[in-house]
């Protein structure tokens, strides 16, 4: 009579072990960077909308006629009144910010950005701001109104540190 195997041998459990910790080692490196990848997203998002806002009040800048070195736009059912430079939102919480969501202030709990308004020479910035964290100057979006009339604004994104 034969007697029936009750469970694995060590060498099968051994072999298994071997075979989840070379799949553990192979699949890990993968789900570490998806945090990186997001946050890169996210920036890449954002640059998105500045550019799309950029040109959505430049269209209206051209409409009411606000296209010299200072003007201001009023959004069509907004309550902000957007001010600009050349036809193109400033780098001002009344210009870039302003289009992007129709307030002079970021909202203080679900916007995950640190604005910084831009001068003449340096960019108005978006700066990443993870959930209780500290705003992140290499993980931004990045805006800088033109600077002279038939100019176009630039719009940049800086992922080296996200």
Do not use: W
């Amino acid at each position: 009579m034969k007697r029936q195997q009750a469970g694995f041998t060590l060498i099968e459990l051994v072999v298994v072990i071997i075979i989840l910790g070379i799949l553990a080692a192979v699949a890990l490196p993968k789900f570490m960077g998806l945090s990186t990848d997001a946050r890169v997203s996210v920036v890449s998002g954002m640059t998105g909308s500045v550019a799309e806002a950029a040109d959505m009040v430049h269209a209206l800048a051209e409409v009411q006629g606000q296209t010299g070195s200072t003007g201001t736009v009023a959004l069509p059912g907004g309550t902000a009144t957007i001010t600009t430079a050349y036809g193109y939102p400033d780098g001002t919480s009344t210009g870039i910010l302003a289009s992007l969501q129709d307030a002079t202030t970021a909202p203080t709990q679900t916007f995950p950005f640190t604005f910084t308004a831009g001068t003449s020479t340096a960019p108005a910035t978006f700066a990443y701001t993870a959930v209780g964290g500290t705003a992140n100057d290499t993980c931004e979006a990045s805006y800088q109104a033109p600077a002279a009339a038939g100019d176009t604004p630039t719009v940049g994104t800086v992922t080296s540190g996200c």
